[in-house]
């Protein structure tokens, strides 16, 4: 199961990129395309930079999925931070058990802060 979870997501990015990609507005590409432009010209200098901002968006929401889904599947008895909490608690290690609820916390709220500075560094790029 734990084996799976890579290629989970990776099918999961993978076809919300190519939705990004079939979304892209077709001006730039087909701007550049009437210009003369090879398909490698096409997709990096219009589909990525069209694109790259949308797909980090998914990027960082199924990064964040995954912390919370860990904690979950920990709960449940897998070996994570949620099996952790659930261990501390049953111990009576409440100290432990803030520890690693706080270091879930900081999993999530770092995912969200690179998020955030990565989207305000391609705006403004």
Not at 5 to 16: E, M, R, S
Request: glycine residues 8%; hydrophobic residues 50%; contains cysteine.
């Amino acid at each position: 199961m734990i084996q799976d979870l890579p290629q989970h997501n990776t099918g999961i990015l993978g076809k919300l990129t190519a939705e990004v990609v079939e979304n892209v507005d077709t001006r730039a590409p087909a701007a550049l395309r009437g210009l003369g432009a090879g398909r490698l010209t096409i997709v990096t200098a219009a589909l990525v930079p069209l694109s790259l901002p949308r797909f980090l968006l998914y990027f960082f929401y199924r990064w964040e999925t995954c912390v919370r889904e860990s904690t979950v599947l920990g709960m449940l008895g897998m070996a994570s931070l949620g099996f952790r909490i659930v261990e501390a608690r049953a111990g009576n290690a409440y100290d432990e058990m803030l520890f690693f609820v706080i270091c879930g916390m900081i999993l999530v709220l770092l995912g969200d802060l690179i998020s955030a500075f990565v989207r305000h560094y391609l705006r403004h790029a």
